[in-house]
């Protein structure tokens, strides 16, 4: 796992443009209208999810057409798995505390 990826998640923008991509490719320049912000400062966003490979950069014409790569998002859900199941297992004990009659 790369420490990239990590980074490049960590920012709102970010997670932002590539919820924008998980139904296709989208132009650069529409997904600059997303936000309240430059289209240089969206391009740079977009140049540190292609380093991390979370996202390619496809040339059609004068345009710049996005797609999401998820596959290293795969690589951070089996990092997290053993956190979920800690929180599983902490909620679970909590319902059943909250069930029990003693509480009630």
Not at 20 to 27: E, H, I, N, S, T
Not at 37 to 63: C, I, K, Q, T, Y
Not at 83 to 102: G, H, Q
Request: glycine share 4%; hydrophobic share 45%.
């Amino acid at each position: 796992m790369t420490e990239d990826v990590f980074g490049a998640l960590a920012n709102p923008v970010r997670r932002q443009l590539l919820v924008a991509l998980r139904d296709g490719p989208r132009p650069a320049g529409e997904l600059a209208g997303l936000f309240a912000l430059s289209r240089p400062a969206v391009s740079e966003h977009l140049a540190v999810l292609r380093h991390a490979d979370l996202v390619r950069e496809e040339p059609r014409g004068r345009h710049r057409y996005y797609h999401l790569a998820a596959e290293p998002l795969a690589e951070v859900q089996d990092w997290l798995l053993p956190f979920e199941r800690y929180w599983r297992d902490r909620l679970t004990a909590l319902k059943n505390v909250a069930e029990s009659e003693d509480f009630l």
